[in-house]
């Protein structure tokens, strides 16, 4: 089935990395005690900037809500069926 509208060729795969280190991605993940300044200068070490910063949060707490919105239906009709 393909949707009425503009389409184009999308290239697939990751981007972010030719050689994968676990350990240089753990190294540089932010804690989850830093405060808005530490977490500002962490993302600018790693080349991003504040509006990064937000997207990545916002995105964080969206998925949480829809997480607590899924369990708390799911919680109602398994007790009320």
């Known amino acids: 089935m393909k949707a009425l509208g503009p389409d184009w060729e999308v290239p697939l795969g990751r981007r972010d990395s ?4 676990q350990t240089l991605a753990n190294s540089n993940l932010p804690g989850p005690s830093l405060n808005v300044s530490a977490l500002k200068s962490n993302f600018l070490a790693q080349g991003l900037d504040t509006t990064d910063l937000v997207a990545l949060s916002g995105i964080e707490v969206c998925l949480l809500i829809y997480i607590y919105i899924y369990i708390y239906i799911y919680i109602y009709f398994k007790q009320n069926n």
Do not use: K, V, W
Request: hydrophobic residues 50%; neutral net charge; charged residues 0%.
């Open 18 to 21: 030719f050689n994968a280190s």
